[in-house]
């Protein structure tokens, strides 16, 4: 059992930057592919980015260029960093984990963080 703890949402102005953390229990953490995933009110849950134990990463097209996740294995931990942000990046941030290597499916999610861009 993985429980993940996300922190970092809030409210910034278009163009602007966030990072969002999320805290991972388990000695297994590096044994998982982390990633993020977010919903905006009324619309379907979406890819944000993945990354794998080793390091490799993936990130929506939509983003590409602006976010960033990476992943401390000593710290359990995974991190989005998000730059020039757009109001259409506005919605609730889930982390997520999972032994499916592409994270098509996913273990274990998160709570939620709210990110709003204000333009």
């Known amino acids: 059992q993985v429980q993940l703890l996300e922190s970092g949402g809030g409210l910034v102005q278009a163009g602007g930057s966030l990072r969002l953390s999320c805290a991972a229990s388990g000695r297994t953490f590096s044994r998982y592919t982390m990633g993020w995933f977010r919903q905006a009110p009324g619309k379907e849950r979406e890819f944000v980015a993945r990354?794998?134990?080793?390091?490799?990463?993936s990130h929506a097209d939509s983003v590409k260029g602006r976010f960033t996740i990476s992943r401390d294995n000593a710290k359990n931990t995974v991190y989005l960093q998000m730059d020039s942000l757009k109001p259409e990046d506005t919605a609730v941030y889930y982390c997520?984990?999972?032994?499916?290597?592409?994270?098509?499916?996913?273990?274990?999610w998160g709570q939620g963080t709210q990110v709003t861009v204000s333009s």
């Open positions: 997520a984990a999972g032994t499916n290597l592409l994270l098509t499916k996913v273990d274990y």
């Open positions: 990354i794998f134990g080793g390091g490799l990463t």
